[in-house]
């Protein structure tokens, strides 16, 4: 199975939800594997990075990164890029 269709599949199971409780989970490296998988589901194909936004994403994201530690790691790592992608794709459906 291709990563893109392996994308699609957890995508059609709900697996997005695991990965949004995972953003709030206890123990920052959950936080960090679950930004790493949802950074790698928005660079993939649009219609993956669109159901990220169609599933609310955006809201969750903004609130993960507001908290100091994750956001330093992130920052360090260059996990910023997965914000700007997002709050580009969010101003693209908006003007859609």
């Known amino acids: 199975m291709k990563s893109d269709e392996l994308t699609q599949k957890i995508i059609d199971l709900g697996g997005l939800e695991y990965l949004r409780s995972a953003l709030f989970h206890e123990k920052i490296s959950m936080k960090k594997?679950?930004?790493?998988?949802?950074?790698?589901?928005a660079a993939g194909k649009s219609i993956h990075a669109q159901a990220l936004i169609k599933g609310g994403f955006l809201p969750t994201l903004q609130s993960v990164f507001k908290e100091s530690d994750l956001k330093v790691y992130l920052i360090n790592k260059k996990y910023y890029r997965l914000k700007?992608?997002?709050?580009?794709?969010?101003?693209?459906?908006?003007q859609s």
């Open 33 to 41: 594997e679950a930004c790493w998988i949802i950074s790698n589901i």
């Open 84 to 94: 700007r992608k997002y709050l580009g794709l969010y101003v693209i459906l908006q």
